[in-house]
């Protein structure tokens, strides 16, 4: 059955983690694998999270499936919170699903069974998983034009003029905020703009929505979702509660579902359940179970939510005080793109070299195409860090 298999590309972030794992140096430093670290390089799991968890422990009776995908309030509650009160509900569907990427897998399929082998438009770069999932639904994939390699911002203009020339056949995935892999995101006011576009185009708007509240905030980071969702007659967005509530290997997410009238919104719903009961049936529950708990809670939400802002400010704080330390040192502002950037990630716009020097010479690791994450620098290391990277661009 095997035998004509060929090795697939192993996973690049799993081969630095063990490049990182096997560096001696008591010096070196991760800024390369995707997930949030603390001060003390930890990935802490959430007091909201653990008091939920525990409530939810001692009030269990039973195991059983859960009878809808989108159970016991966790989909009201995702979609208060993504949405607001941004559109007529009636119109919307939600489908609890295996994190963002079992959400955005289910979406993809849902969009290939619509209309087999649609071009789904992606941000140049992207998150490295959206062209496989694509790929893998039936789909193709093409890019537009989005980070500027000079600016280390949006190629807005060029963006715009690539989205107005798609057709309502096509599909573009945005992130809703907090850019992967590059920390460059639209403003309010151009978000406004694209929204346009696709009224427009008639192309079906596909928000990736992993890192709600990593930005500016919930609202803030909210705004291109809701401008988006409130404009256009379809759309689908693929929810991840990994980051923002730290659940990561609890797999829980959400696909959300925007439909031209309740009628539709029935009918696509009946095909985007019959995907996901021929895939895996029933998504994992824990996680949902912790998230419904805590946003049902006014107290438990208060307390998440103080907590996202200890795990925001601190990446805020982490980029401002690397923009200032290499400002300082080199007396240019070429770095001061790191402190505008938001979210987990900043694409420095390095070459491979100068990645690959930073690596063997500082024992500084990210991945080749010089993605950091700014939660992985240590408070007391911004200064060699900023000596480090000005020693790799000279
Ligand atoms: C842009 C983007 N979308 C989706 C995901 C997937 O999220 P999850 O870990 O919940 O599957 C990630 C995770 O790294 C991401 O960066």
Redo the contacts with the bound molecule.
Sequence with gaps: MFENLTKAPGDKILALMGEYAADSRSTKIDLGV?VYKDEQGVTPVMRSVRKAEERILSNEKQRLTSASPATRGYGAAVLDLVLADSIDRSRVRIAQA???????WVLMQLINRARPGATVYVSDP??A??NPIAINSGLKVATYPYFDPETRGVKFEQMLAALDRLGAEDVVLL?GC???PTGANLTDAQWDQVAESLVRTGALPFI?L??LGFGDGIEADAYGTRKILSSVPEAVV?F????NFGL?RE???AAILVARNAEQAETTNSQLLNIIRGAYSQPPDHGAEIIRTILEDASLRAEWEEELAVMRNRMISLRKKLADAIRERSNSTDFDFVADHRGMFSLLGLTNDAVEHLKATNGVYMTGDSRINVAGIPEDRVGDLADAFLGAVR
């Design positions: 995707g295996p994190g963002g990427t079992g959400s955005l992207t998150w998983n959206h992130h907090c850019h992967n990736d992993a890192y693929a991840s509660g990994s980051k990561y797999r829980v997410g």
